[in-house]
């Protein structure tokens, strides 16, 4: 007899030790933990709306899925980070993430290309300098408004993040690569064609009413939202063309005047705050967002436009000595772009910092295509009404 063999028999034979409950319950959360980011960062991913800023399409307190797939998975570029947090640890306010690695930006093939009036979740692309204090303020436009660098620097805790540890921004897509873009009296046009919003969209009127015996809860039934003025007949509201044309039919009603900037009305906080371009919040353009391979011009004109696109986004060295422009050490006339980009803005066109703002949104930081909402409820409701019933798994357009 093979005594080995048998002993080898004997001895596999053997129960295995059987895992502790502490064990299992361990393996379990380790499991749920790979298997939940594996589908957050590849497939699909929970976000809510906490702004009015796409009002009415999408409202405070909606819960949304967000489509990873339909554009291409980005790859994580900041890999190391504690599982479910964005930037930042919950309760202890220190960062989720540590920016010792970062990967080159990758994306795994898509179902789609990014379309026109898409509504799209990306990265706050001027989230790259973040004041901690003011968090719902923006860096950039904080110094617009005329507070110094330094004193933002030593007044404040300021710090950068990483593109993917961005905040996250939802609006819709009004323009793609290679689109040429402009906006005239509160419309948008891309390529030449008005592009007007279809359902949605908030504007700011003033309404005049033939008397001060107004009873202003019926309009507010309608979908308004109304503010005083310092004029007894005369009140602010808020609300689509499509209410405004309801509103009109209304006997008590003496006019309606859109809130609206004039032509060559500048604002220091609209892009690219440029001086020499009068432009505002309802009235600029026309250019071209930029679209991979389109080769564009440096000089005086191109430069306030796509300066940042180049310089930030792209990452190159790009610096003008005298009348000339020098990229990566060597003088240039001409730049090619490496990337698409997108032109976004808010639904409620009058209240949403969008892309007029903060100018183009490169195609590394978009991060997925909203898809229906699965939750949505509203914190001025009562304890029964919170849930908008008729909202639940409807879909975004």
């Known amino acids: 007899m093979n005594w080995k063999f048998w002993q080898k028999k004997k001895d596999s034979d053997k129960p295995k030790k059987k895992k502790t409950k502490t064990r299992e319950w361990v393996d379990a959360i380790v499991f749920a933990v790979v298997a939940a980011t594996i589908i957050r960062v590849f497939f699909i991913e929970a976000y809510t709306i906490p702004s009015g800023s796409m009002e009415r399409s999408l409202l ?9 797939v339909n554009y291409g998975a980005r790859v994580p570029m900041t890999p190391v980070a504690f599982p479910f947090a ?20 990758r994306r795994l093939p898509g179902l789609q290309d990014i379309k026109r009036n898409d509504v799209v979740v990306f990265n706050f692309p001027e989230g790259d300098t973040v004041v901690l204090e003011r968090q719902d303020d923006n860096y950039y436009q904080m110094q617009l408004r005329g507070e110094s660098r330094e004193s933002i620097w030593s007044g404040f805790s300021v710090t950068s993040r990483p593109v993917d540890k961005r905040e996250n921004f939802i609006k819709r897509c009004i323009a793609i690569a290679g689109d040429t873009i402009s906006m005239r009296n509160g419309l ?9 919003l279809v359902g949605t969209g908030g504007f700011g009127y003033n309404v005049e009413f033939t008397t001060a015996d107004v009873n202003l ?18 009140y602010r509201f808020e609300g689509t063309p499509d209410l405004i044309k309801e509103l009109k039919k209304s006997p008590y009603v003496k006019s309606v005047s859109e809130e609206l900037m004039e032509p060559n009305e500048y604002d220091l906080t609209i892009f690219p705050h440029d001086k020499n371009r009068k432009w505002n919040l309802d009235n600029y353009g026309p250019f071209v967002v930029p679209k991979k391979g389109w080769t564009v011009k440096l000089d005086s004109l191109t430069m306030p436009l796509y300066e940042r696109s180049i310089r930030i986004y792209e990452g190159n060295k790009l610096e003008k000595i005298g009348s000339d422009w020098f ?11 490496k990337m698409n980009y997108y032109w976004m803005m808010g639904d409620n066109r009058h209240s949403s910092a969008d892309s007029r703002y903060w100018g183009f949104v490169p195609e590394d930081h978009i991060v997925g295509k909203a898809l229906f909402i699965w939750l949505s409820i509203d914190s001025e409701g009562s304890f029964l009404n919170k849930i908008r019933w008729s909202r639940i798994f409807k879909g975004i357009h």
């Open 86 to 105: 964005h930037h930042t640890m919950p309760f202890f306010g220190t960062k989720a993430y540590w920016d010792g690695v970062q990967w080159k930006y």
């Open 327 to 337: 990229l990566n050490g060597k003088k240039a006339t001409t730049y090619t772009f």
């Open 188 to 196: 948008a046009e891309v390529n030449g064609k008005p592009e007007p």
């Open 60 to 68: 405070v307190g909606d819960f949304l899925f967000v489509s990873k």
């Open 217 to 234: 809860k019926l309009f507010e039934d309608m979908g308004f939202k109304i503010g005083a003025t310092a004029l007894p007949t005369v």
